[in-house]
């Protein structure tokens, strides 16, 4: 049995028809078609413009990303665990693991 391989250039083409046919109403109601040139402008550019609300806080805000926002508390949630003192029970020390609870629950 022979399979034939498709070119690369046809698998191109044929992803570029179906996110034109995807993206035809994008932006607008369905009433507002896009021309053949915004058209091929969001196929290989999603947004339609770069202002601050839509553009990389970075650059527009001087301030970090989302996943930059989570990625630094994790680090300091990290940093802060293993700092910690682990016989403190006001902290997350070894109070966390203990399944009796503390000494002031027995009296």
Same mark, same amino acid.
């Given at each position: +049995?022979? *399979? ?5 250039? =046809?698998? *191109?083409? /044929?992803?570029? =028809? *179906?996110? /034109?046919?995807?993206? /035809? ?15 091929? +402008? ?6 339609? $413009?770069?202002?601050?609300? $839509? ?6 805000? /001087? ?10 508390? %994790? ?6 665990? #293993?700092?910690? %003192?682990? #016989? ?7 109070? +966390? ?7 002031? %629950?027995?009296?």
């Amino acid at each position: +049995m022979i *399979r034939h391989r498709r070119s690369k250039r =046809a698998i *191109r083409r /044929k992803h570029i =028809a *179906r996110l /034109k046919k995807a993206r /035809k109403n994008y932006y607008y109601w369905p009433e507002h078609s896009l021309d053949e040139r915004q058209l091929g +402008m969001i196929v290989n550019t999603v947004p339609m $413009c770069s202002c601050w609300m $839509c553009g990389n806080p970075r650059r527009h805000l /001087k301030e970090l990303t989302i996943q930059e926002q989570k990625a630094l508390l %994790d680090t300091r949630e990290q940093i802060e665990l #293993f700092y910690s %003192d682990p #016989f403190d029970n006001d902290n997350m020390g070894w109070s +966390m693991y203990d399944a009796f609870g503390s000494d002031e %629950d027995l009296d």
